[in-house]
C-alpha cells in the first residue's frame, strides 16, 4: 500500500459489503433514504454532509460532498459559509471548555 | 460519500452499445420542431460552448438559405422553429428568418446570451419579437455572478442582468402578457445539475426576491462534451471523470423523450442533422449529408438517428432535451 487513501477507493466503496452483506444493505439503503428530499431539501443536506465531512476530516467524503454540492445546485460562497459553520462550532466547543478552565483557576487560586 | 461503481465498460462504452445493453432502439418518432443554427459567429467565447461560437467564427446563415428554411418549415408541417446559434442577432436578415418562420410554424423560438440584444442597432429586432410573439429562451447559467463571469466572460452577468429587466419591461416573462421568457442554464464545470424544478426555485427566490426578475421556466442542460468544453476538459484533466460520470448515470427511461426523435437541426449552409449536438460532432442526420432543399418533407418516422458518446449528457440521471430535463 503506497498511501493510506485512495480516490479509487471512493468508487469502490460499495464493496465494503462482501463479507457482511445484510448489514451494508441496511447501511447503504438507510444512507440513500437519509439524503433524499425530506423536510429538509437534498441541497440543504448536502451541504450538512460537506460541512460534517470537513469536522470528520474524511477526504472521502469531502471529495464526494463537493461534488453532491455543486450537484444540488450550491456555489462556492454557500459551501465555504458552510464550512464556517462547522469552523465556528468547533472553534467555539474549544473555547468553551475555557469555563472549565476558569473554574479550575478560581478553585485553586487566593 | 455513497458513490456509483463505474467499471471499464462504462468508462469506455458507446452510447449503441449502451442502448443495445438495455435492448433499447433509438430511432425518429414525428416530427415537432425544426431547429435552426443561423451560424458561430457570437460576440462571447463562452467557456463550456459544444461549437466553440465566438467573435472570429465567420460561419453564417445567408439570406438564400433562409429562404430554403421558410420553404423547409413550410413543406414539414412543423410545431415550433428554434432559432439558435451562436449569437442569432449578429446574423444579418434574422428578422427576415423569424418574420418567415412565424408565418409558417405556430411557435418560433430565439435563443438568445442577452449580451448580444444590447445594441441599439437591434432595438427592432426586440420590437418584431414582440410583434411575433417569439419565444425568448436566454442563457442564464448560474444565480452569481462570480459563476456567470467565469463561465461567460468578466461583466456578463451585469449585462445579462440589465437585458433581463429591459426584457421584463417590455412585457417578457410578466404573468398574462403572452411574451414568454425562458432561462437555460448549465453546471459552471465538470459535474451535473441539479433537478430542474428545484432549480428553477432557487433561481425564482434569487432573481425575483434579490434583483426583481421575472422569468417564465427554467431549462437546465448538462454540459456537452463537445468543443470549447470538450477542450477544456481534456486540458484540465477532467475529460474520462466526466465521461464516465455521464455514462454511470445513464437512464434507460430518459431515451423516449430525447429531443432528437422529434427534431430537426439545420446548420448555417443547409445541412441537416439530428441535433444541434451532432451538428458540433460532425455527424449528419441518420449518418448520410442531406442538404435542406432536397427534403421533400420532415424525415420518415423509424429512420436512423446518428449518435455518438456524447449522447450520454442527454441521458444522464432525469435527461435533458431542447426544453429541459425531460422526466424525474
Known sequence: MDTYYDPKDLGRFQEIGKDAPELARKFFAYYGEVFAEGALSAREKALIGLAVAHTVQCPYCIDA???ACLEKGSNLEEMTEALHVVTAIRGGASLVHGMQMRRQVEKLSL | ????????????????????????TLDRGENRTLQINVGYRCD?????????AGPTRGELMTRATMQAVI??????????????????????DLDYLLTGLAREVPQVMLRTNLTALEDDRRGHLLEI????????????????????????????????????????????????SGLELHLAANPGGAFLPQGQAAAERQFRRELAGRLGLAFNHLFIFANMPLGRFRTWLEQSGN???????LTAAFNPQAVDGLMCRSLVSVAWDGILYDCDFNQAANLPMGGVRRHINEMDGPPEAGSTIATGRHCFACTAGAGFTCGGEIAA
Open chain 2, 71 to 92: 420553404a423547409y418549415a413550410r413543406r414539414g408541417g412543423f410545431q415550433v422553429a428554434d432559432v439558435t446559434g451562436g449569437a442569432p442577432e449578429l446574423v444579418p
Open chain 2, 129 to 176: 419579437c414582440r410583434q411575433l410573439r417569439i419565444v425568448l429562451v436566454a442563457s442564464f447559467p448560474a444565480v452569481t455572478a462570480a459563476q456567470v463571469d467565469a463561465q461567460r466572460g468578466q461583466g456578463v452577468w451585469s449585462r445579462s442582468v440589465a437585458m433581463l429587466h429591459q426584457l421584463n419591461t417590455l412585457g417578457y416573462g410578466l404573468p398574462d
Open chain 1, 65 to 67: 460532498y463537493t461534488v
Open chain 2, 1 to 24: 460519500m455513497v458513490a456509483m461503481k463505474m467499471d471499464a465498460f462504462l468508462m469506455e462504452t458507446e452510447f449503441k452499445d449502451m442502448l443495445a445493453r438495455q435492448g433499447l
Open chain 2, 239 to 245: 475529460a474520462q471523470d466526466y465521461m464516465g460520470k
Open chain 2, 44 to 52: 462571447l467565447a463562452c467557456r463550456h460552448c459544444h461549437l466553440a
